[in-house]
C-alpha cells in the first residue's frame, strides 16, 4: 500500500460543501475510486448500502478494523484498513471523504499516500441550504449545525495545512475546472 504511484486522496471539510459531489465527480471524470466508509445513520432517500456507504448497527460497526472512526451527530461513521487496501489493490489512485479529524489520523498513519483536498464555501447560509436540499430533518440539520465537529470542520487544522489544497466550491464550473488542475498535479 506505500507503492510511490498510490495516491489516496483524502476530501475533507464541513458538512455541506460538496465532499460527496466532489468525490463522484472524481471517479466519473478521472476514474479515482471510492473508498467506502462505514456508518450507523441510517441511509437518506437515494442512499444504498455497499454504493455509498457500508449502513451498520452499533454491534456491527465494531466487528471492522478501523484507520479512523468518530461519533458525529449521535452516529459513528469509520474507514477500514480493508476497505482501503481494496480499493488501492485495484487502483493507483482512490478518495475517501471524512471530516477533519480523520484526515488527521489518515496524514500521521500513510503520510506518502495523501493528497488532501478541504473544501469550503463561503457563505454558511449556503451550506444550510445544502443541507436542508439532502432531506435532513430540521432537528438532524440543527443538531448538526450546533456540533462541535462541524464547528471544528469549518475551520482547517495547523497540522493538514502543510499538505492541503484549499478549494472554494461555490461555483460548480469553476470548481470543476480546479478538480481537473489538482488531479494533473497528482498524476504519475
Known sequence: MTENHKRLIII????????????????????VCRVLTHTTRPPRQNERNGKDYYFETEASFFENHFVE???????????????????????DQACLVLDTKGAESYLRRFPELMQILYLTVPDNKELRTRMQARGDSATALQQRLESKEYIRDLKLSQMLRSKVTVLINDDWAVTKTKLAQFMATITV
Do not use: D, I, M
Open 12 to 31: 475533507t471539510g464541513a458538512a455541506g460543501t460538496g465532499k460527496t459531489t466532489v468525490s463522484q465527480y472524481l471517479h466519473q471524470h478521472f476514474g
Open 69 to 91: 472512526y468518530v461519533r458525529y451527530s449521535g452516529h459513528l461513521y469509520g474507514s477500514s484498513e480493508e476497505g482501503l487496501k481494496r480499493a488501492l489493490a485495484e487502483h
